[in-house]
């Protein structure tokens, strides 16, 4: 099942007078339902392509994955094994 995502972008300085700019976006998986995180399938670092399982969430003695709309690369894992998640929260950062 994908999960929801929400892509942001902004334009970063870059340079110590500042005089470049750059475009930084980053996605943000969100959970599809409200459950439990069961397992985390990634880590910081770790290259993930469209479709991908980042983590499985249960509810109702159901394993439901998580799987990533994009790719990128894990900037942030916002969520823990075991813990108690909503509908929309985010669950992992992707640059």
């Known amino acids: 099942m ?3 995502s929400r892509r942001r972008c902004w334009l ?3 340079g110590a ?3 470049r700019t750059r475009e930084v ?3 943000e ?3 599809h339902i409200t459950g439990t995180v069961w397992k985390i399938e990634c ?3 770790d290259e993930i392509e469209e479709g991908d399982t980042v983590a499985i969430l249960e509810s109702m003695k159901m394993e439901m994955p998580v799987e990533a ?3 990128g690369t894990v900037a942030e894992i916002r969520c823990e094994e075991g813990q108690s998640v909503n509908e929309g929260d985010t669950l992992v950062v992707l640059e």
């Open 2 to 4: 994908r999960a929801l």
């Open 12 to 14: 970063s300085s870059v």
């Open 17 to 19: 007078a500042g005089n």
């Open 25 to 27: 976006c980053v996605t």
């Open 29 to 31: 998986i969100e959970a």
């Open 43 to 45: 880590a910081v670092g």
């Open 69 to 71: 709309e994009d790719s």
